[in-house]
């Protein structure tokens, strides 16, 4: 295997909340999701830093980050506020940022960990970055393209 196919540029997913961002990473192909962290919501220039501080160690082509739709699919308030995050963390990092219909992976990912028997309080420092994940798998599953560049 030659250096150049093991770096490849990776995908990077946020959950974006109040409290704290989920984060997760593609592989090197594109195919799967894995999770990062997660980080607790401060300031805006703080929450960009440490966003980009966790995700440090891989060379990213594109954010996809969760939007929370209303259940007409319209966008609420609480979608204008994802998109301000993203909005100033695409200018940091000079990536665009797409984004994935979330609406189902927060309920999806305390099914997931109820379902694996995992106790409430542990679900809770879990549960963002698993959303992350969600969102992103979501996102490969569906992205047509034959990487995360798409070359």
Known sequence: MTSSSSHSKRIAGLDVGDKRIGVAVSDGLGLTAQPVGVVARRALAEDVRQVLEALADYDLALFVAGLPLEAS????YQAGR???FCDALADAAQLEVVYQDERLTSA????????AGMRRNKRRK??????????????????DVSGPTGS
Not at 73 to 76: D, I, M, V
Request: cysteine-free; charged content about 25%.
């Open 82 to 84: 994802v998109r301000r």
């Open 126 to 143: 879990v549960i963002d970055k698993l959303a992350a994940v969600l969102i992103l798998q979501s996102y490969l599953d569906r992205a």
């Open 108 to 115: 999806q990912s305390e099914r997931m960990l109820v379902g």
């Open 73 to 76: 699919a319209s966008e609420g």
